[in-house]
């Protein structure tokens, strides 16, 4: 069965994994449950590449924070160690992974796409930015070791501390996004970057992304395995939906 709100669409050797959590396609406990089934589903066992995309106008909003803040400490823990490994098993993914950006792509939505070996974004009014400072809500460790990893020291202290967001043009620059194409031929273009990757040899392409992302992955490996994110002890409060909200009222995501 395919997990509810990430949908798995075979393409030949190819598999799309879409978030599918509509308006937004918003993170919570049953959508990276569902990002971590997706998985173990026959068809992305036997991918040759992986493609995530988002559906409707978000690639994703990033957090719930209409339902994360209620869930209870027990909750809050079950979800920040399942989007730890989710991230952990992208980043270190043993086939490729295309980011095809189809929409906004906010806060941990963000560094899901800094997951990717190549990033395909939408022209457009997207908007990107890892706004966590905004609504005061910290990082989880894994999140952060690929924001580390993957953003020019300069980028990342613009993008984590100044907290706005940003366009897609401005993304291009900054390294977050390869390429920009129009959103209908979105989709197609991660679709062929994809296959052009995967008929690279397979052992090989792992074993050289180990040593591209082997410190960051190690770490990450230790913080799933240890458990030892500080957030555990208290991550999402009550005050963040009000704070969300009025960001969210000052932002250009429609």
Same mark, same amino acid.
């Given at each position: 069965? @395919?997990?509810? $709100?990430?949908?798995?669409?075979?393409?030949?050797?190819?598999?799309?994994?879409?978030? $599918? +959590?509509?308006?937004?396609?918003?993170?919570?406990?049953?959508?990276? *449950?569902?990002?971590?089934?997706?998985?173990? =589903?026959?068809?992305?066992?036997?991918?040759?590449?992986?493609?995530?995309?988002?559906?409707?106008?978000?690639? @994703?909003?990033?957090?719930?924070?209409? #339902?994360?803040? =209620?869930?209870?400490?027990?909750?809050? +823990?079950?979800?920040?160690?399942?989007?730890? +490994?989710?991230?952990?098993?992208?980043?270190? *993914?043993?086939?490729?992974?295309?980011?095809?950006?189809?929409?906004?792509?906010?806060?941990?939505?963000?560094?899901?796409?800094? =997951?990717?070996?190549?990033?395909?974004? !939408? =022209?457009?009014?997207?908007?990107?930015?890892?706004?966590?400072?905004?609504?005061?809500?910290?990082?989880?460790?894994?999140?952060?070791?690929?924001? $580390?990893?993957?953003?020019?020291?300069?980028?990342?202290?613009?993008?984590?501390?100044?907290?706005?967001?940003?366009?897609?043009?401005?993304?291009?620059?900054?390294?977050?996004?390869?390429?920009?194409?129009?959103?209908?031929?979105?989709?197609?273009?991660?679709?062929?970057?994809? +296959?052009?990757?995967? @008929? %690279?040899?397979?052992?090989?392409?792992?074993?050289?992304? /180990? /040593?591209?992302?082997?410190?960051?992955?190690?770490?990450?490996?230790?913080?799933?395995?240890?458990?030892?994110?500080? %957030?555990?002890?208290?991550?999402?409060?009550?005050?963040?939906?009000? !704070?969300?909200? #009025?960001?969210?009222?000052? *932002?250009?995501?429609?």
């Amino acid at each position: 069965m @395919s997990p509810e $709100h990430v949908l798995v669409e075979p393409h030949d050797d190819v598999v799309v994994l879409r978030l $599918h +959590r509509p308006p937004a396609n918003a993170f919570c406990l049953e959508l990276a *449950s569902d990002f971590a089934a997706a998985f173990e =589903t026959d068809a992305v066992k036997r991918a040759k590449a992986l493609v995530v995309t988002g559906s409707g106008k978000f690639f @994703s909003g990033g957090l719930d924070l209409k #339902q994360v803040p =209620t869930y209870t400490a027990e909750q809050q +823990r079950e979800f920040l160690g399942v989007l730890n +490994r989710v991230i952990g098993r992208l980043y270190g *993914s043993p086939v490729p992974v295309v980011a095809a950006v189809n929409g906004h792509a906010m806060a941990g939505a963000f560094v899901l796409v800094l =997951t990717a070996d190549y990033r395909v974004g !939408a =022209t457009g009014s997207s908007q990107f930015g890892l706004t966590e400072a905004r609504v005061g809500i910290p990082f989880p460790a894994a999140p952060m070791v690929v924001v $580390h990893a993957e953003l020019a020291p300069q980028d990342m202290r613009y993008i984590v501390l100044h907290a706005r967001g940003f366009g897609a043009e401005e993304a291009l620059r900054r390294g977050v996004l390869d390429e920009l194409q129009p959103p209908a031929a979105l989709l197609g273009r991660a679709l062929e970057v994809a +296959r052009d990757m995967a @008929s %690279m040899p397979a052992d090989g392409y792992l074993r050289i992304k /180990q /040593q591209v992302r082997g410190a960051a992955l190690a770490r990450i490996e230790e913080i799933v395995a240890k458990g030892t994110d500080p %957030m555990l002890g208290g991550w999402v409060d009550a005050a963040a939906p009000e !704070a969300s909200a #009025q960001w969210l009222a000052r *932002s250009k995501m429609r």
